[in-house]
């Protein structure tokens, strides 16, 4: 149930009437126009700029979008939904929605639960979406910056799901190329030092980080001395691959700290040691069948020095046919595979599994690879499949507003583990969502433990734990009072009528429109916005109850409406659980 979409439906079926009168195309898209909350609330419920959208294809009937406005006011007099409506401005229509419309909104929360806000089948076009995200290098434990790539990928996955998706959450193992080679060499000397031998200072461009020394002891209750004195080519390979599983572990442990689990975890080096041979080139070997592999030189790119260009005649894909601005090269000068495509095979590999929408969530640093990348996809699909990237801006970790340095060479950095352990899951999930995800986030690791409303998720969740404290209270107070959802649906809610009550039930009203929204955009924080909104619209109410016991939720001697302020309670609660969950936050009882 969303309001937005019924009250758009009925302007929609308004412009569909005067083009009947012939003073419309009638062929126009009558869905083009937004309905929306005004910017000033004292202008009414919703605002709607559907004269200004189609006031052009209007002339010569109307000599204005404020003349359109005016006759599309005309015909919603009678709509049962709407107590008052004007043209505004230039051509804007206000519009003043009658309480019952609210009314059922809230109803519709206490009966619904959890699925309240969930977009009808009928307005979801039920896609099959692979997310892809983390995908971090298991060369080291997740710092700051892999968690709100995980957060953010994992709270839109969920999002997605709640709109009616089939999602998949993918983590695509980089564990072939030069980094895993110099991480088995990391993990060696790790391994010698728990058989007590010496190593000595580690040498400049290995790992030097304490956490391989958990390795390095597994390396040796798994092999024992068998690795001590021989070449490196005769070690290297099951070091390597021993290493990689014993990150990919503290990857995992690290992940499911932030309650989250992945489905598919994809190996890089399956793509060409895998059961089904080499996979990068059969991509390579399709993509030339149809003309968009060659052979041929790249010209040097401007302002690039000389010394790093080569000018050779090369394997290329042709990105430009894409929209990209240069043709890419897919093997190197030793004849190995680029990184380039080797993420062609393995999207060809998500193609091949049926996915319509390729979702990857990367590293603001990744900017350049995304035409690229999307042009590979197009290419691939031949246009049955988008690739959507998703860039995840960096995180500044604080203390009480100082800088804590992170270096994932120097051994010494914070761990994502750290801070989780730190200030609690929920506190690193919800801070990760209350910015967009490719605007910079500074986390204040001080700032999100305080029991203050300057601290966004305290403030959230104490909202959740103030309705369900309200509620047990009532079940005390008012032993006789059934509080279930069938019975507060019955309350008589023309009964509220303070300012208070009434913007309680206008955000609750507007949650459907915001899940639709952010699913719609891929855009989680908005969720986290909303629900502030609605904890502050609860808790500024619940402070005038302190100065006005007339307005106090609780009133033993009005049982009636008591019931109605405790319905509009119960619906909060609802709707604040159901936004905490879609980001995986937890929604508690109570809090001390």
Request: glycine content about 8%; charged content about 25%; proline content about 5%.
């Amino acid at each position: 149930m969303n309001l937005y979409v019924e009250v758009h439906d009925l302007i929609a079926a308004s412009l569909r009437r005067i083009a009947a009168s012939g003073r419309l195309p009638k062929n126009l898209d009558f869905g083009r126009f937004v309905v929306e909350p005004p910017r000033d609330p004292a202008h009414g419920d919703l605002a709607t700029n559907a004269a200004m959208v189609y006031a052009k294809a209007a002339r010569p009937f109307f000599s204005s979008p404020r003349d359109l406005a005016a006759e599309i006011v005309s015909t919603l007099a009678n709509a049962p939904t709407i107590a008052g409506a004007e043209a505004a401005g230039p051509g804007f229509i206000n519009l003043r929605l009658r309480p019952a419309a609210f009314h059922r909104l809230l109803r519709a929360a206490l009966e619904q639960g959890p699925d309240f806000g969930r977009p009808s089948p009928a307005r979801t076009a039920q896609m099959k979406i692979n997310v892809e995200y983390v995908s971090a290098n298991p060369t080291g434990p997740m710092h700051v910056g892999h968690g709100r790539g995980a957060v953010f990928g994992d709270a839109l996955a969920n999002l997605l799901e709640f709109a009616g998706h089939r999602v998949t959450r993918e983590y695509y193992i980089n564990d072939a190329g030069a980094q895993v080679d110099v991480l088995a060499r990391s993990a060696y000397l790790r391994y010698k030092e728990a058989l007590g031998e010496g190593t000595g200072e580690i040498p400049e461009g290995l790992y030097p980080g304490v956490y391989l020394k958990r390795v390095g002891q597994k390396l040796a209750a798994e092999f024992g001395r068998e690795f001590l004195g021989r070449p490196e080519a005769e070690w290297l390979e099951e070091v390597r691959a021993a290493a990689i599983v014993a990150m990919m572990e503290m990857i995992r442990a690290d992940l499911s700290a932030l309650n989250i689990e992945h489905e598919i975890f994809f190996s890089e080096r399956s793509l060409t040691c895998g059961k089904e041979g080499d996979l990068v080139a059969k991509a390579i070997a399709e993509l030339r069948s149809r003309g968009l592999v060659y052979e041929g030189r790249l010209p040097r790119p401007k302002g690039q020095l000389m010394e790093d260009w080569e000018d050779r005649e090369q394997t290329l894909f042709r990105s430009t046919a894409f929209g990209d601005d240069s043709d890419r090269p897919l093997m190197k000068s030793d004849g190995s595979y680029t990184y380039f495509a080797s993420d062609i095979a393995y999207h060809k590999a998500k193609i091949d599994r049926g996915y319509l929408l390729l979702i990857d969530v990367w590293g603001a640093d990744h900017g350049g690879y995304v035409k690229r990348m999307q042009a590979a996809v197009e290419a691939l699909s031949e246009g049955r499949t988008t690739l959507d990237v998703k860039l995840c801006q960096l995180v500044q970790l604080l203390r009480c507003g100082e800088p804590l340095k992170m270096s994932k060479r120097a051994g010494d950095f914070i761990t994502l583990r750290d801070v989780i352990d730190e200030v609690g899951v929920d506190a690193v999930r919800f801070m990760m969502l209350f910015r967009k995800n490719d605007a910079p986030l500074e986390f204040d690791l001080g700032r999100v433990i305080e029991q203050s409303k300057d601290n966004p998720v305290f403030y959230v969740q104490y909202a959740h734990a103030r309705a369900r404290s309200v509620l047990r209270r009532a079940r005390e107070v008012l032993p006789e009072v059934d509080l279930s959802p069938p019975f507060l649906m019955e309350a008589d809610l023309n009964l509220l009528q303070d300012q208070g009550e009434t913007a309680l039930m206008k955000l609750i009203a507007q949650y459907p429109r915001v899940v639709e929204q952010a699913a719609q955009y891929d855009e989680p924080h908005r969720i986290a916005f909303y629900l502030h909104d609605l904890a502050s619209s609860l808790h500024a109410h619940q402070t005038r109850g302190k100065e006005r016991p007339q307005l106090r939720f609780l009133n033993e001697e009005r049982r009636d409406l008591t019931i109605a302020r405790l319905a509009l309670v119960a619906a909060v609660a609802a709707v604040l659980a159901s936004g905490l969950g879609i980001l995986g936050v937890s929604a508690p009882e109570e809090m001390r």
